[in-house]
C-alpha cells in the first residue's frame, strides 16, 4: 500500500555532511508524522527524528540536536534528513518510516512500533 524509498546514504569523512531523502508511494493520503531511525551493527534501533506532516512541527534526539535537521516536502510525499558535522557515531543503517496512526504523542514516536512503513534503509558510514 504504501512504500518508503530513502536516498542519499554514503561514506563521509567526520565533519562533513550529507542529506537523506525517504520519498513516500502508494497510498500517501494519511501521513500523519514521518521519522528517521537508526540501527549500527549489533545495536538497537534507535530514534533520531521525527517531523509532523501536518505544519513543522520536529523532535530529535539527544544526541543529534543542533546537528541534525528534518524537514518535508509534503506535494512530493519526501521527507529528509540534513546531517552535518557527523560523527564516526553516527555510521548505521538510517530508516525512514511513516505514522498513519494520528494524535500520536512525540514520546510515542520516538518507538519504532508507532509506524506503519518502513523503508529499506541506506548505509552512512563515517569515518575518522
Known amino acids: 500500500q504504501v512504500q518508503l524509498v530513502e536516498a542519499g546514504g554514503g561514506m563521509v569523512q567526520a565533519g562533513g555532511s550529507l542529506r537523506l531523502s525517504c520519498t513516500a508511494s502508494?497510498?500517501?493520503?494519511?501521513?500523519?508524522?514521518m521519522g528517521w531511525f537508526r540501527q549500527a551493527p549489533g545495536k538497537e534501533r534507535e530514534f533520531v527524528a521525527a517531523?509532523?506532516?501536518?505544519?513543522?512541527?520536529?523532535r530529535y534526539a539527544e544526541s543529534v540536536k543542533g546537528r541534525f535537521t528534518i524537514s518535508k516536502d509534503n506535494a512530493k510525499n519526501t521527507a529528509y534528513l540534513q546531517m552535518s558535522s557527523l560523527k564516526p557515531g553516527d555510521t548505521a543503517v538510517y530508516y525512514c518510516?511513516?505514522?498513519?496512526?494520528?494524535?500520536?504523542?512525540?514520546?510515542?514516536?520516538?518507538?519504532?512500533?508507532?509506524?506503519?512503513?518502513w523503508g529499506q534503509g541506506t548505509q552512512v558510514t563515517v569515518s575518522s
Open positions: 518510516a511513516m505514522s498513519e496512526k494520528g494524535s500520536v504523542s512525540w514520546l510515542m514516536l520516538q518507538n519504532r512500533d508507532k509506524y506503519d512503513y
Open positions: 502508494g497510498r500517501t493520503f494519511n501521513i500523519y508524522a
Open positions: 517531523v509532523l506532516w501536518s505544519g513543522s512541527s520536529t
